[in-house]
């Protein structure tokens, strides 16, 4: 009967309850401030680094890590709550999000002791930002087909060519882990032969398009690589690890508050006008979106409370994202069902703007970080199928 | 082996000896299974000793639950342990005696009127007409939330003698309606908000038994797709049913993950209402995606009465809309966490559970 795929429950954290106050006293005081305004999916499009510099003043980035690297040696559960009260409020959030959430946790595992020391109290204090290199234009599900390269020349250092899609906010970033062929694919072994790269983005022979995504913003990048000389000691981890290093940490990309809640601040809206109209079937309709969320809190807390156990359920985090980031689309069509309201970027109405918002950031809820169809795949193994 | 592990094999053991059955007319429940549960203690867990019951923690009636929900147990389990007996000993009134089946039904066209026998307060006879009874003809006590002068009156009745009408739910449960003609009751005026948080155990307790079931349908489901072969693989090998059963497996974690966290509520008496309103309704919206996939998966061997597939997936059907329906459920959630006003939504979701 037991299902291999559950987790304990969460205890209940005290510690997370207190910081959780904490945050929403600084995010009231900061809206009434005008320091920023609620938009839907902020830790892709919102980028403000002034407000990066201020969490990272208090104390909310690097949470978990130690403090000999500007860490705070707090639980996974305190940075939940921090996270998840950013995120409901559509606070602004991109610049950080990456460097928080995974850069700085795979410096911790891979990383030199000399690239720990000179990153990891940046990205703990809000000033330097990450991007992650691993999809190419030819390479999107597959990861192991990519064919950006690196080779070692004479002095030891690594020359990089090739082409990363989708990084975002790379314009904004200053570092990136870049995942890169350091051996000819073998097609019998194809997940051997790749390595991480920490790479400066203002090196030489680094160009950054902008893709700009169907609401016309410019979060995505294309990022060139030619013939960029990357210092020899960026290698992040081991030579040839790659592919086990970027699969090793996913229940941290995958598991947290973001994964279902982009588009919260459409349901946010949505109360207040059924709160306004009483509208019965409005309830309803807030009843159910409520309850499926409530889910996906426990279930995310569940990860939460685990790596603060020291374990890393991937397969349990793989789920959270697969239901999780279902819930963020479904969530436009429960609201626009019961609601007269047409969605428009330039809509006088707030729930028209966060309607419109919401959709034209939807295809990519069920794509980022392992598309849905991946995560099945996953989910599929955990059960014993494959 | 922890004891509520214990607990659970007992129940496994005694099951392994009652397999479930097509409900029907004449056989409405499996009488053989309760009186096996009873002479082992199991239908007093979590009910005082000193009462007439076994002891023990709600965590542990909340197992012996699931595992029987989970089994297709055709017995009032569900009702005894997590309504109606806590009810009874909450209200100060006399515990039947557990090994007798003791039921819950909401009685919204039921009146108590206190009865001057000589026998002191607390006496009351019921008239009126309780629907939807759960087990209706197999139990010999009923609790039933009755319209007072004073108020609401939970009341204790011996229904042993009462004909019940033959209405059952889709899996052949037993759901009848009980006229009550002046009978004798004893019982006790709730608060409204005692009778709020009576009516959220009660879907508390159907939640419990859907997060169990919907847990042994995605494992039947899996075992099936590992054994049957198509095309000469089995059928867990191909994407199309991967995709299907961890679209399964999602929405049986989730309903878990929300249902575990309803219980500790009412554990710790927090939010009780909110809880169990939100368990209830996310355990109902899973019911239509693992019910369809399951019988999907399965083919048309699922579809008839020899699998046991059925057993389950009839009582999903009807659970999800027991103890008060998934739109009553919405409403009350959704109403509860605008009780902030406007603007306090997020605050509200944060303090459910």
Not at chain 1, 119 to 140: T, W
Not at chain 1, 171 to 199: C, E, F, K, N, W
Not at chain 2, 20 to 48: I, Q
Not at chain 2, 140 to 167: F, I, N, Q, R, W
Request: with cysteine; glycine share 10%.
């Amino acid at each position: 009967m037991t299902n291999p795929l559950a987790l304990a429950p969460a205890p209940r954290s005290d510690d997370a309850e207190k910081v959780r106050g904490e945050v929403r006293e600084f995010l009231a005081a900061e809206l009434a401030a005008g320091s920023f305004d609620t938009h839907v999916d902020t830790w892709l499009s919102g980028v403000d680094p002034a407000f990066s510099k201020k969490l990272g003043d208090r104390g909310w980035l690097g949470m978990t890590w130690p403090k000999e690297y500007g860490g705070h040696e707090r639980s996974a559960m305190e940075r939940y709550a921090v996270t998840e009260e950013l995120l409901a409020a559509g606070a602004p959030v991109a610049a950080h999000w990456i460097a928080d959430r995974q850069s700085g946790p795979n410096l911790l595992t891979y990383g030199t002791e000399k690239q720990r020391q000179e990153i990891l109290p940046r990205i703990a204090a809000g000033e330097c930002f990450f991007v992650i290199g691993m999809s190419e234009p030819d390479s999107g599900s597959d990861l192991a087909s990519i064919r950006t390269k690196a080779v070692r020349n004479a002095d030891g250092d690594w020359v990089v060519n090739g082409a990363k899609v989708w990084t975002s906010n790379a314009h904004h970033a200053h570092y990136g882990i870049v995942l890169v062929r350091t051996t000819p694919l073998d097609t019998s072994h194809r997940h051997r032969g790749m390595s991480q790269l920490l790479v400066d983005l203002s090196l030489p022979g680094i160009t950054i398009n902008p893709i700009r995504i169907l609401d016309g913003g410019h979060h995505f990048n294309e990022v060139v690589f030619d013939d960029v000389v990357v210092p020899g000691d960026m290698l992040l981890g081991k030579e040839g690890d790659g592919w086990h290093q970027v699969t090793a940490e996913l229940a941290f990309e995958r598991s947290g508050p973001e994964r279902f809640l982009s588009t919260y601040p459409l349901v946010a809206e949505f109360a207040r006008r059924v709160a306004d109209s009483g509208d019965s079937a409005s309830v309803a309709v807030l009843g159910r979106i409520s309850a499926r969320l409530l889910a996906l809190r426990q279930m995310s807390l569940r990860i939460a409370a685990a790596l603060d156990r020291g374990e890393l359920p991937n397969i349990p985090a793989a789920l959270v994202k697969d239901v999780g980031t279902t819930f963020e689309s479904d969530v436009i069509d429960e609201v626009r069902r019961v609601v007269d309201v047409s969605p428009s970027l330039d809509s006088p109405d707030p729930l028209g703007r966060a309607l419109a918002e919401a959709q034209l950031h939807a295809p990519g809820y069920t794509l980022r970080g392992g598309t849905n169809e991946i995560l099945r795949g996953i989910v599929a193994r955990g059960l014993g199928l494959r | 082996m922890s004891d509520q592990d214990l607990v659970v094999e007992t129940v496994r053991d005694i099951l392994s000896g009652f397999e479930p059955f097509v409900l029907t007319a004449e056989r409405r429940w499996d009488d053989g299974l309760w009186t096996a549960l009873a002479e082992a203690g199991l239908t007093g867990v979590g009910l005082p000793e000193e009462l007439g019951g076994s002891g023990g923690e709600l965590a542990d009636a909340v197992a012996i639950v699931r595992t029987l929900a989970a089994g297709a147990g055709a017995v009032p389990v569900a009702e005894q342990l997590l309504v109606a007996g806590p009810a009874v000993v909450a209200a100060d009134l006399a515990l039947p005696p557990v090994d007798e089946p003791l039921t819950f039904a909401l009685g919204p066209a039921v009146t108590a009127h206190a009865s001057d026998d000589g026998d002191g307060p607390g006496r009351f006879t019921l008239s009126g007409t309780v629907a939807d009874v759960a087990w209706s003809g197999a139990a010999k006590h009923l609790v039933v939330l009755a319209a007072g002068v004073a108020g609401p009156v939970l009341a204790l009745v011996d229904v042993s003698a009462l004909e019940a009408t033959a209405a059952a739910n889709l899996a052949g449960e037993p759901r009848g309606s009980l006229v009550l003609d002046d009978v004798p009751a004893t019982g006790a005026l709730l608060t409204s908000a005692r009778i709020e948080e009576l009516k959220a155990r009660y879907a508390l307790a159907r939640s419990v038994q859907l997060a169990a079931a919907l847990e042994q349908v995605l494992a039947w489901t899996v075992q099936y797709a590992g054994e049957r072969v198509q095309f000469g693989r089995p059928l867990g090998k191909f994407q199309a049913i991967q995709m299907e059963l961890a679209e399964m497996a999602g929405e049986v974690t989730a309903v878990t993950a929300l249902t575990d966290a309803a219980v500790q509520a009412v554990e710790r008496d927090e939010n009780v209402v909110l809880a169990c309103a939100a368990a209830k309704v996310r355990a109902g919206a899973a019911v239509e995606v693992v019910a369809r996939l399951a019988h999907q998966v399965h083919g048309a061997i699922g579809f008839t009465q020899e699998h046991k597939l059925h057993h389950l997936t009839r009582r999903l059907w009807s659970w999800r809309d027991e103890a008060g329906t998934e739109l009553a459920w919405s409403r009350v959630l959704g109403a509860g966490v605008l009780a902030d006003g406007p603007d306090g939504l997020w605050p509200a979701l944060t303090r459910v559970v």
